[in-house]
């Protein structure tokens, strides 16, 4: 299994730019996650879904949107790129058999907004 | 609200002796806690957690964490450190007020192990 991936590693982009990062998970977990990451903050939920065709927003979803068309595949979208956005990204999957699953975390997209 | 707090921005720990690293919560209801790591360029890999049960949860890599609800802390402790613990590590809680297994992670602390 290769867990969580994403896609891609490092990106560089210019205030008003548009991007879009890619998440996948082949353990057939229901629940996906994109989370921000940003120094002295941990983590800060953007958005999840609980199952194919369906999301929600996390504690800062403003200037995020998300799809979810395949159960294994979780995208993160921003239409138009600002310096806030400047962080790196953490895509995670859990199966919430009983709601205390653990979640699994790819290894991250550092993203750079110019 | 769910919250975890962990006070200690940094934890500096001489290799071989013992380590802690702090973490209290507030919960409504009963709490489930995790423990997290970060090593540098990756994802968090899960270390440990609390649901129910005996106060002293065992985990990964010779690591523990002690549950004390009169304290509401979930302190993370490792008998003897060792230079590769050198890491970023989170407690969270697991906020039941949502359906989506949500997580709520503290600020981090960084663990320096010095040889």
């Known amino acids: 299994n290769a867990g969580v991936t994403q896609t891609p590693k490092f990106r560089v982009l210019k205030t008003g730019q548009s991007m879009t990062l890619l998440c996948a998970q082949d353990m057939n977990h229901e629940y996906m996650y994109w989370y921000r990451q940003d120094p002295g903050m941990g983590l800060r939920l953007i958005h999840y879904s609980v199952g194919e065709g369906t999301t929600a927003k996390g504690e800062v979803p403003d200037g995020y949107n998300v799809s979810r068309l395949k159960k294994q595949n979780f995208l993160l979208g921003l239409e138009s790129a600002a310096p806030s956005q400047t962080s790196v990204y953490f895509c995670?999957?859990?199966?919430?058999?009983?709601?205390?699953?653990?979640?699994?975390f790819g290894p991250g997209t550092r993203l750079t907004v110019l | 609200a769910q919250s975890v707090a962990q006070p200690e921005d940094q934890v500096n720990v001489a290799e071989g002796n013992p380590l802690t690293v702090k973490c209290t919560y507030s919960v409504s209801g009963n709490p489930y806690l995790f423990w997290y790591v970060q090593y540098p360029n990756r994802g968090l890999q899960f270390l440990l957690k609390y649901i129910t049960g005996d106060n002293l949860v065992k985990g990964s890599y010779g690591f523990e964490a002690e549950f004390n609800k009169s304290q509401t802390s979930f302190h993370l402790k490792k008998p003897s450190a060792l230079v590769s613990d050198s890491a970023l590590y989170f407690c969270?809680?697991?906020?039941?007020?949502?359906?989506?297994?949500?997580?709520?992670f503290g600020s981090g602390t960084r663990l320096s192990i010095r040889p």
């Open positions: 995670a999957s859990s199966p919430d058999r009983d709601h205390t699953d653990t979640q699994y």
């Open positions: 969270a809680v697991r906020d039941i007020t949502s359906s989506a297994s949500k997580i709520i």
